[in-house]
């Protein structure tokens, strides 16, 4: 006799598909912090570094920037990391770690450095 069970028991069974990054990154957690990438929580533990040395300030994290065209609003931004660079002069610097580098995101540097004259670093 063959067993029959419901599309929901199904579901329940199988539990949820898990999501999987399109570059094969896996989200790593670092002292209960996640990070979208090994790589990402690498160089956050080098600036964390750099920062207890006092060569850099004000490091943030997931730092957004809002994409303005004519005053509108039209998107937003969010880069890996910002921070004050003590060893280049005080230079505000914002870096985002990527594996691939696509298409979407140079046009996104393109914007970024037309709206706020920054030119965001890259660290593969």
């Known amino acids: 006799m063959t067993e029959r069970m419901s599309a929901k028991q199904y579901r329940e069974e199988i539990g949820k598909p898990k999501g999987r990054n399109k570059f094969g990154a896996k989200k ?3 002292d209960g912090v996640t990070f979208d990438s090994k790589r990402e929580s690498e160089v956050y533990s080098d600036l964390l570094n750099l920062h207890r040395a006092g060569e850099i300030s004000g490091l ?3 730092r957004a920037f809002n994409l303005i065209v004519e ?3 039209i998107g937003r931004y969010t880069a890996d990391f910002a921070f004050i660079d003590h060893r280049e002069d005080g230079r505000f ?3 985002d770690v990527k594996g691939v580098i696509t298409r979407d995101f140079r046009r996104v540097q393109k914007i970024i450095k037309a709206i706020y004259n920054i030119d965001v670093e890259v660290i593969k």
């Open 28 to 30: 790593t957690v670092v």
């Open 60 to 62: 943030v994290r997931q």
């Open 71 to 73: 005053g509108q609003i």
């Open 93 to 95: 610097r914002v870096v």
